[in-house]
Protein backbone atom coordinates (compact mmCIF):
# COMPACT_ATOMS: atom_id res chain seq x y z
CA UNK A 1 0.00 0.00 0.00
CA UNK A 2 1.52 3.67 -0.72
CA UNK A 3 1.06 6.34 1.10
CA UNK A 4 1.90 9.85 0.15
CA UNK A 5 1.59 12.31 2.73
CA UNK A 6 3.16 15.82 3.80
CA UNK A 7 6.23 15.51 5.89
CA UNK A 8 6.49 17.27 9.15
CA UNK A 9 9.29 18.56 11.44
CA UNK A 10 9.32 15.26 12.86
CA UNK A 11 10.42 13.88 9.48
CA UNK A 12 13.65 15.89 9.07
CA UNK A 13 16.02 13.03 10.27
CA UNK A 14 14.58 10.75 7.37
CA UNK A 15 14.78 13.51 4.88
CA UNK A 16 18.33 14.23 5.64
CA UNK A 17 18.70 10.62 5.46
CA UNK A 18 17.15 10.19 2.15
CA UNK A 19 18.76 13.10 0.49
CA UNK A 20 22.13 11.52 1.64
CA UNK A 21 21.01 8.65 -0.40
CA UNK A 22 19.94 10.55 -3.59
CA UNK A 23 23.40 12.09 -3.35
CA UNK A 24 25.13 8.59 -2.88
CA UNK A 25 23.06 7.42 -6.35
CA UNK A 26 23.95 10.66 -8.06
CA UNK A 27 27.55 9.78 -7.03
CA UNK A 28 27.52 13.28 -5.23
CA UNK A 29 27.30 12.87 -1.84
CA UNK A 30 30.58 14.50 -1.04
CA UNK A 31 28.47 17.63 -1.92
CA UNK A 32 25.94 17.24 0.64
CA UNK A 33 26.07 19.78 3.41
CA UNK A 34 22.78 19.99 4.70
CA UNK A 35 22.27 18.98 8.41
CA UNK A 36 18.97 18.40 10.19
CA UNK A 37 18.94 21.81 11.47
CA UNK A 38 18.85 24.07 7.67
CA UNK A 39 16.39 21.28 6.90
CA UNK A 40 14.24 22.66 10.02
CA UNK A 41 14.47 25.73 9.73
CA UNK A 42 14.10 25.81 5.89
CA UNK A 43 11.10 23.92 5.78
CA UNK A 44 9.01 23.99 8.71
CA UNK A 45 10.32 27.72 10.46
CA UNK A 46 8.28 30.79 10.04
CA UNK A 47 10.27 31.46 6.69
CA UNK A 48 9.23 28.08 4.72
CA UNK A 49 11.19 27.75 1.59
CA UNK A 50 10.57 24.26 0.57
CA UNK A 51 7.85 21.87 1.23
CA UNK A 52 8.35 18.03 0.77
CA UNK A 53 6.29 15.12 0.85
CA UNK A 54 7.02 11.06 2.02
CA UNK A 55 6.49 8.40 -0.09
CA UNK A 56 5.41 5.29 2.63
CA UNK A 57 5.16 1.75 0.70
CA UNK A 58 3.36 -0.65 3.29
CA UNK A 59 4.21 2.25 6.47
CA UNK A 60 7.91 2.18 5.47
CA UNK A 61 9.29 5.19 4.56
CA UNK A 62 10.69 4.90 0.48
CA UNK A 63 11.15 7.67 -0.59
CA UNK A 64 10.62 12.07 -0.69
CA UNK A 65 9.67 14.92 -2.82
CA UNK A 66 11.29 18.07 -1.83
CA UNK A 67 9.97 21.19 -3.86
CA UNK A 68 9.06 25.03 -3.84
CA UNK A 69 7.31 28.05 -5.83
CA UNK A 70 9.38 29.95 -8.46
CA UNK A 71 7.43 32.54 -10.50
CA UNK A 72 7.25 32.91 -14.11
CA UNK A 73 7.31 36.23 -15.65
CA UNK A 74 6.13 35.55 -18.87
CA UNK A 75 2.98 33.20 -17.70
CA UNK A 76 2.42 35.95 -14.93
CA UNK A 77 1.85 32.99 -12.29
CA UNK A 78 3.69 30.76 -10.02
CA UNK A 79 5.78 27.54 -11.33
CA UNK A 80 6.28 24.06 -8.55
CA UNK A 81 9.91 23.50 -8.75
CA UNK A 82 10.93 19.82 -7.88
CA UNK A 83 14.09 20.26 -6.47
CA UNK A 84 14.41 16.32 -5.82
CA UNK A 85 12.78 13.26 -5.97
CA UNK A 86 14.14 10.06 -4.41
CA UNK A 87 12.57 6.16 -4.28
CA UNK A 88 15.30 4.26 -2.43
CA UNK A 89 15.98 1.34 -5.04
CA UNK A 90 14.26 -1.50 -2.93
CA UNK A 91 10.88 -0.08 -3.64
CA UNK A 92 11.39 1.21 -7.11
CA UNK A 93 9.03 -0.15 -9.23
CA UNK A 94 6.09 0.03 -7.10
CA UNK A 95 4.74 3.29 -8.53
CA UNK A 96 5.64 5.17 -5.83
CA UNK A 97 7.58 7.67 -8.05
CA UNK A 98 4.43 8.11 -10.33
CA UNK A 99 2.22 8.62 -6.69
CA UNK A 100 4.79 11.51 -5.95
CA UNK A 101 4.76 13.01 -9.63
CA UNK A 102 1.21 12.58 -9.77
CA UNK A 103 0.35 14.46 -5.99
CA UNK A 104 2.88 17.33 -7.01
CA UNK A 105 1.28 17.93 -10.18
CA UNK A 106 -1.79 18.06 -7.90
CA UNK A 107 -0.43 20.64 -5.58
CA UNK A 108 0.86 22.39 -8.85
CA UNK A 109 -2.78 22.93 -10.13
CA UNK A 110 -5.05 23.23 -6.97
CA UNK A 111 -2.09 26.08 -6.56
CA UNK A 112 -2.93 27.46 -10.48
CA UNK A 113 0.59 26.72 -11.14
CA UNK A 114 1.84 27.27 -14.86
CA UNK A 115 4.36 25.29 -14.75
CA UNK A 116 5.65 22.08 -12.90
CA UNK A 117 9.53 21.51 -13.84
CA UNK A 118 12.42 19.66 -12.81
CA UNK A 119 16.05 19.18 -13.84
CA UNK A 120 17.59 15.28 -14.38
CA UNK A 121 21.08 14.29 -14.85
CA UNK A 122 21.93 13.57 -18.46
CA UNK A 123 23.11 10.05 -17.66
CA UNK A 124 19.72 9.03 -15.67
CA UNK A 125 18.48 6.89 -18.68
CA UNK A 126 15.75 5.19 -16.27
CA UNK A 127 14.70 8.28 -15.01
CA UNK A 128 14.64 10.39 -18.24
CA UNK A 129 12.51 7.20 -19.27
CA UNK A 130 10.34 7.76 -16.70
CA UNK A 131 9.65 11.15 -16.99
CA UNK A 132 9.23 10.91 -20.77
CA UNK A 133 6.12 8.63 -19.69
CA UNK A 134 4.63 11.01 -17.83
CA UNK A 135 4.74 13.31 -20.73
CA UNK A 136 7.19 15.44 -19.49
CA UNK A 137 9.29 17.45 -22.73
CA UNK A 138 12.94 18.44 -22.40
CA UNK A 139 14.06 21.89 -22.94
CA UNK A 140 17.55 21.08 -24.51
CA UNK A 141 18.26 24.50 -25.60
CA UNK A 142 17.74 25.83 -21.97
CA UNK A 143 20.84 25.34 -20.12
CA UNK A 144 21.88 25.65 -16.40
CA UNK A 145 23.67 28.20 -15.37
CA UNK A 146 25.03 27.96 -11.26
CA UNK A 147 27.11 30.22 -9.19
CA UNK A 148 28.16 28.68 -5.86
CA UNK A 149 31.16 29.39 -3.60
CA UNK A 150 34.42 31.80 -4.07
CA UNK A 151 32.77 32.66 -7.78
CA UNK A 152 29.31 34.01 -5.79
CA UNK A 153 31.04 35.66 -3.01
CA UNK A 154 33.07 37.73 -5.63
CA UNK A 155 30.13 38.84 -7.77
CA UNK A 156 28.31 39.67 -4.49
CA UNK A 157 31.50 42.09 -3.57
CA UNK A 158 30.80 43.89 -6.75
CA UNK A 159 27.47 45.17 -5.38
CA UNK A 160 28.02 49.04 -4.85
CA UNK A 161 24.12 49.88 -6.11
Given at each position: MIEIREATAEDVPLLLQLIRELADYEKLLHEVEATEADLLR???GPERRFRALVALCDGVPAGFALWFFNYSTFQGRAGLYLEDLFVKPAFRGRG????????????AVEHR?????????????????????????????????????????????????
Open positions: DGFLGKALFARLARLCGRFVWQVLDWNAPSIAFYEGLGARRHPEWLTMRLTGDPLARLAAQDTA
